[in-house]
């Protein structure tokens, strides 16, 4: 995404929980590096190992869930459609994902780079969001998460 005048500056944990309803051990992005309302937002996650299903998840061999990196790419999707104008109040959850692979383990150490594009709202309730997640430029997962919103 390029930085034109209608990007948003980054956004900070703390601006990040002003639009999401995520805490902690299930706020999952860190920082927005830019975003376009209603449109894009490229988020960053950094894996750590004092993250709690580190414990279990493998012990000997720490690998991030695959449904917490869809998850964490599901946040982003939140960013975007919590910027939208005319959008009713209420919780926006899933209602489906599609197409989602997993390309390599993601570990502690690692940054996830999240680049998410809104494709469709239907009726302001009901949304599709393309997401991708990277770490150093190699794909690690790509999919279509679709979501509605709760009164």
Do not use: W
Not at 14 to 37: C, K, N, Q, T
Not at 89 to 116: E, H, K, S, T, W
Not at 124 to 147: D, H, P, Q, W
């Amino acid at each position: 995404m390029t930085n034109s005048s209608n990007t948003s500056p980054s956004l900070n944990s703390e601006a990040i929980m002003g639009l999401l309803p995520h805490r902690y051990p299930f706020a999952l992005i860190d920082r927005v590096v830019s975003f376009e309302p209603g449109k894009s937002a490229i988020a960053v996650k950094n894996v750590t190992i004092n993250e709690p299903h580190f414990q279990g998840h493998f012990p000997g061999r720490p690998l991030m869930p695959g449904v917490l990196i869809v998850e964490a790419m599901a946040q982003v999707g939140g960013v975007i459609v919590s910027q939208m104008p005319d959008i009713s109040d209420g919780l926006f959850v899933f209602a489906g994902i599609d197409n989602v692979r997993f390309r390599r383990p993601v570990v502690p150490g690692d940054q996830l780079i999240i680049n998410c594009e809104l494709l469709s709202i239907k009726r302001k309730r009901f949304g599709k969001v393309k997401g991708e997640a990277k770490v150093e430029n190699n794909l690690v997962c790509s999919g279509e998460l679709m979501f509605s919103l709760m009164d």
